[in-house]
């Protein structure tokens, strides 16, 4: 396509399209990228420029784009059915996703319940847990714990629980006022302490709340093993752990937000299982319908749901979004854990993530990085001494190069979907190393 009609593209979208996470007049200096088509890892535009996505479409991704046999498994699902409401009608897709789920849990949480996005998940998981606490004589407890650095969605539930300033500070006057206590992100070791320790210190924290506040506390919301958005904070899964017998301890629901690490994202399929613990609540989305359609879910265990069965229609969960349980959405999920079981995924990616990390050595040893951390599928690193606008600088210039990575300030981070080849894992460690080298000095 003509250099002019992809300039139109991006004129008619900045002229019409709102778009997220983002300051609109940077546009007049930073490139949109309209995107014509997708293969794989990769994402071209109009002018047949690609662009390997390396953040997985902001964590989404996980088998390609145009992956053959989602779209099979969508066209097969079209001509059945798109939709039906789920009140008072159920259909195969919703039926079996949420069996395969609660399987997938060892039949922990047996019981799930559906919305479009991360944020509405973490909505209902709050909702869920204050009236579950009510309906069992409880009504006190209507605080929530939340860590350092958290981040759980932007909707107004879900960003009280959430921590990163930019996102908050400008909406402080509409939020729940919430607790918050220490990050357990092993960055924070001092001298001779390892990460373990750094977890008993925030577990310690977490004691410290409970014990002052429990008889108000319904619930600690928590995203295991990595913080994602608050620039991939990594931690040992021994604080879960932890958080778990404190929580049971204190009658504290836990709710784990798995909503980025979910789905293999760090090596197992939900990230709680390296800690052996499972939560009261777990909040899934993003990977779960491959990339392809928005689709959240909250599973929970038996104990919550029975604490709403009841004949009085007050004390049911009365939440619903009118796409609740989308068949289509479903189709896509169930279609991913099939290709999850198939081709043996977890235990493939073990050896794409020891190529990826071994290929990343001379960013490891960088003289200009630090913190270097891997866990499963997430990369991270964080620069140091980068001049001002590197996050905007890298992302350029990756661009030029047929990256797609947005670093969060000075931390790079890698999340690539899991079908990279060893030729693609080899050129995305030279073009981060390439673009770094180009990007950390003004
Ligand atoms: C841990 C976590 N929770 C919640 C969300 C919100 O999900 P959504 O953007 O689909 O509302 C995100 C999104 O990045 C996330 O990383």
């Not at 969605?153 to 206590?181: C, H, M, N, S």
């Not at 899964?237 to 404190?246: G, N």
Request: with cysteine.
């Amino acid at each position: 396509m003509e250099v002019n009609q992809q300039n139109d593209w991006v004129a008619r979208s900045l002229k019409s399209v709102w778009h997220p996470c983002t300051q609109m007049q940077h546009h007049e200096t930073v490139p949109l990228i309209p995107v014509s088509h997708g293969r794989g890892v990769w994402l071209y535009d109009h002018q047949g420029n690609r662009y390997l996505d390396a953040i997985s479409s902001w964590w989404v991704n996980l088998f390609g784009h145009a992956n053959p046999r989602i779209n099979a498994a969508l066209r097969e699902q079209l001509d059945m059915l798109e939709h039906a409401m789920l009140a008072g009608f159920t259909h195969e897709p919703v039926i079996q996703l949420s069996e395969r789920l609660a399987a997938l849990t060892q039949h922990n949480l047996g019981h799930a319940f559906y919305a479009s996005d991360g944020a509405s998940a973490v909505e209902i998981a709050l909702k869920m847990s204050f009236h579950a606490w009510r309906n069992m004589g409880q009504g006190d407890k209507q605080e929530f714990v939340c860590l350092k650095g958290s981040y759980h969605g932007e909707t107004i539930g879900a960003l009280a629980v959430t921590d990163v300033a930019l996102f908050k500070d400008a909406y402080g006057p509409l939020l729940r006022a919430t607790q918050t206590v220490m990050s357990p992100d092993a960055r924070q070791a001092d001298e001779g302490e390892t990460a373990a320790d750094v977890a008993r210190r925030a577990a310690a924290d977490v004691e410290r709340m409970f014990t002052e506040r429990a008889g108000k506390i319904a619930a600690i919301i928590i995203e295991p093993l990595v913080q994602c958005a608050t620039g991939m904070a990594m931690h040992d899964p021994l604080y879960l752990k932890l958080v778990r017998e404190l929580c049971d301890k204190h009658g504290v629901h836990l709710i784990l937000d798995e909503i980025a690490v979910g789905c293999g994202r760090t090596g197992t399929f939900f990230a709680c299982e390296q800690a052996g613990i499972w939560p009261d609540f777990l909040c899934l989305s993003k990977g779960i319908s491959g990339g392809y359609l928005p689709l959240s879910i909250v599973l929970s265990r038996d104990e919550i749901y029975q604490a709403f069965y009841d004949a009085d229609v007050t004390r049911g969960f009365l939440h619903s979004h009118s796409y609740t349980g989308n068949p289509l959405a479903c189709r896509a999920a169930l279609a991913t854990l099939d290709i999850f079981a198939e081709d043996h995924v977890l235990e493939a990616n073990k050896a794409r993530s020891r190529k990826l990390t071994e290929a990343l050595a001379p960013l490891a040893s960088h003289e200009n990085t630090e913190n270097f951390r891997n866990r499963g599928m997430i990369w991270a690193f964080d620069a140091v001494g980068a001049a001002p606008g590197f996050s905007r600088r890298f992302f350029t210039e990756g661009t030029k190069q047929e990256l797609l990575l947005r670093p969060i300030g000075n931390t790079v981070y890698l999340m690539p979907p899991y079908i990279l080849s060893d030729e693609e894992i080899d050129g995305l460690a030279a073009r981060t190393l390439s673009v770094f080298e180009k990007t950390r000095v003004g």
